[in-house]
């Protein structure tokens, strides 16, 4: 049986959790950020779970995950 490949663009992006769940980073922090309020930089620095209808591909591209 072959290996598996690895997603390297999801490996880039998602990190597994202990209890098995994905988690990725937040869009819209990367620039333009100065008619941002505080509060809304804070809370996307954060981080998000991924959802879970999504959580099975990204499962997929990450098989050693």
Known sequence: MPKLK????AQKRFKKTGTGKF?????HQ???LT??????????????MVSKADSKAVAGMLPYA
């Open 6 to 9: 690895t997603h390297k663009g």
């Open 23 to 27: 988690k990725r980073g937040c869009s």
């Open 30 to 32: 990367r620039h333009i």
């Open 35 to 48: 008619h941002k309020s505080s509060k809304r930089k804070r809370q996307l620095d954060m981080g998000r």
